[in-house]
């Protein structure tokens, strides 16, 4: 069996710790993040914004993009570490549900959480993005409730 996690910022330890607990042992674990690419482009445009009309020095989106990257690295080794076993890691930046569809195209299972409305269950507990991965996920998917025991 091939599993995919995909970690995300504010849900990562509820989906590793369903990952841990429902994965069989021999599976072929994966935990994914995604950066958004967007984020940059628009840290970009508003400093050029706040700067007046002269362009401001070229390169803004490096200090940014090393910062994502690290904070992905970072984030992905304590997801392992709490894991308690082997997995292979892939740090992605693109948009990030077709990251994640892309991802699991390989997978048996897609291992994820709730983002929207925890409150109750229904379409909004779906953000706009897991929305959409749920909906094109090509394997099987396993839905996690955050902050649920």
């Keep these: 069996m091939r599993a995919l996690v995909w970690i995300v910022e504010d849900t990562w330890e509820a989906t590793?710790?369903?990952?841990?607990a429902f994965l069989p042992g021999e599976a072929d674990v994966t935990l994914l993040h995604v950066a958004a690419s967007d984020v940059e482009g628009i840290a970009g445009g508003a400093r050029h914004g706040l700067?007046?009309?002269?362009?401001?020095?070229?390169?803004?989106?490096?200090?940014?993009r090393a910062i994502s990257e690290q904070a992905a690295r970072d984030l992905l080794a304590d997801a392992r570490a709490r894991l308690g076993r082997d997995a292979a890691t892939d740090a992605r930046r693109g948009r990030v549900e077709h990251e994640v569809v892309d991802a699991a195209r390989d997978m048996d299972l897609l291992v994820l959480a709730r983002d929207g409305d925890r409150s109750r269950a229904g379409p909004a507990s779906l953000g706009p993005g897991a929305r959409f991965v749920v909906d094109?996920?090509?394997?099987?998917?396993?839905?996690?409730?955050?902050?649920?025991?």
């Design 16 to 20: 590793v710790a369903a990952a841990a």
């Design 51 to 64: 700067l007046g009309r002269r362009p401001p020095p070229p390169g803004p989106h490096a200090p940014l």
């Design 136 to 149: 094109h996920a090509p394997c099987q998917v396993l839905l996690v409730w955050p902050g649920a025991e």
